[in-house]
């Protein structure tokens, strides 16, 4: 059964950085699709990072320069390096495993419970 | 960036009732296109993938249709689990977006 469990969030201050985790169960994080998805109060999904299987990394150009994704496959964790951090980006983290779908990579079907990232002084 | 517009931005509805949401893509995107649930204090729920794929144990209730930029998730005769909000999201390029979502309240 695939888990994603989100952990690392809390209140920080702005210009702080965090960094959050997601371990993950079931699956292995080095030969599948990964992706951090968030939600601010109010507000919509809003795609963050991904990294794929291959190594590759794409990055939401709100959070460019700020955050990196990366990957320990010993560990099988999926981690987002967040600096700079300022008051938008006060959100619900989301981890998700994306699976392919008859050629369609990109299905977030797998998705973990989230964890909160508050940026206030 | 491929933008994603979704309207209605919300919609009141009543059990039984069926609902259209449209997702419109600012480009073509094939069929990269799904579509999601959302509950307050839960994870998203895949609902709809490839535009017209139901997911294994989403209610047949559930459908997708379009292709290239123009997309619908119609729900025929809702029950009271579907009052969510709910968002399209493409996967046709590396740097997916989301729709802003439609809010589907009870009237």
């Known amino acids: 059964e695939v888990q994603l469990v989100e952990s690392g969030g809390g209140l920080i201050q702005p210009g702080g950085s965090l960094r959050l985790s997601c371990a993950a169960s079931g699956f292995s994080v080095s030969t599948n699709y990964m992706t951090w998805v968030r939600q601010a109060p109010g507000k919509g999904l809003e795609w963050v990072s991904s990294?794929?299987?291959?190594?590759?990394?794409y990055y939401a150009d709100s959070v460019k320069g700020r955050f990196t994704i990366s990957r320990d496959t010993s560990k099988n964790i999926l981690y987002l390096q967040m600096n700079s951090l300022t008051a938008e980006d006060t959100a619900i983290f989301y981890c998700?495993?994306?699976?392919?779908?008859?050629?369609?990579?990109?299905?977030?079907?797998?998705w973990g419970q989230g964890t909160l990232v508050t940026v206030s002084s | 960036d491929i933008q994603m517009t979704q309207s209605p931005s919300s919609l009141s509805a009543s059990v039984g009732d069926r609902v259209t949401i449209t997702c419109r893509a600012s480009?073509?995107?094939?069929?990269?296109l799904n579509w999601y649930q959302h509950k307050p204090g839960k994870a998203p729920k895949l609902l709809i993938y490839a535009a017209t794929s139901l997911q294994s144990g989403v209610p047949s209730r559930f459908s997708g249709s379009g292709s290239g930029t123009d997309f619908t998730l119609i729900i025929s005769g809702l029950q009271p689990e579907d009052f969510a909000t709910y968002y399209c999201q493409q996967s046709y390029s590396t740097t997916f977006t989301f729709g802003q979502g439609t809010r589907l309240e009870i009237k």
């Open positions: 998700t495993k994306a699976s392919n779908y008859g050629g369609n990579s990109g299905v977030l079907l797998d």
């Open positions: 480009q073509r995107i094939s069929s990269y």
């Open positions: 990294f794929y299987a291959d190594g590759r990394t």
